[in-house]
């Protein structure tokens, strides 16, 4: 008999859809990841104007969800939050096996083996409800363990490791398990004028540099744990007037922090790409107060296989 874990998700945009290559590559389910992936990038489409439905909102819902069989993805509704407040459609919930051998082919056929049975559940949140104990497992972005409990300190954090001993055990159960390699870097950019001759724009750069960096205003507390408090001594944070690109005010303010993907907008402003400082990736959390033998052995099934991480495994 299977055991079942219910594991908090994000409702929408990348992570999502890393969690779904996640288990499509240990559960065989490459025809629902496909599925919700490409259900959920139409849908943004039409929430952000560049598509036009032929169904309202509320016709798509039923097309997309059938509630009768709980292997097959069901949406929800939400409010956007951008201007007008738009109705969209997110991931609400799915049911899928993780046999304990490895993948199979198919949703919801019945198990012959000691498999998990797995309830992805869609959360705003993912990682504040693990913290308030609602899930043993989740996956969120690893930005916003940064942003929330990692203690800041002199020196900054560059690992997985740094990030779960930087965690105040009376602030939280979770840590951090292992990322799952949908990797986009928090980079140092700078224009060439404040780099002195031969300099590499790296974390010394920093620590020695007196002035203006210019970072998004969420990301504030993050920078401070991932560069240090030593290395920002004689720094003066400054932020992007919403109406401007990231990378043209940095390259106002000669220095800044900047989620890069390829550094080929940072080059078409003048900057120099420097170091990346720590991956904005999608991790695997547990809250060890919650997580049982069944949770351990999916843990296991999620992080066991070849699997392409900047964050790596704890």
Known sequence: MTETVRVAVPRKGRPLEAVLERFAAVAGVDGLADDVSSTLRYEKAITKGT???????????AAYSDLSDPTQPEYTLLRDDREGKPRRIVFDSVTVHVDDAGPRSAVGRPSTDDGVTVELIGREEPFRALRTHEFGLGFDSADLVLEEVVTLGETGVESIADVNARIDPRETDVRVVSGLGDTVYHTLLATPEILPPGADLDRSFVADYEGPLCISPRYERLVRAVLGTHALDGVTFTYPDPAMEEEAAIADAGLGVY???????????GLV???????????????AAEAGPAAERLQAALTGADLETAIGPS
């Open 51 to 61: 598509a036009t439905p032929e169904r309202d909102v509320y016709e798509r819902l």
């Open 273 to 287: 790409v420097g170091d990346d400082l720590f991956p904005s990736e999608t991790v695997l959390m547990e809250n």
């Open 259 to 269: 989620l890069t993907m390829t550094g080929s907008t940072a080059r078409n402003h």
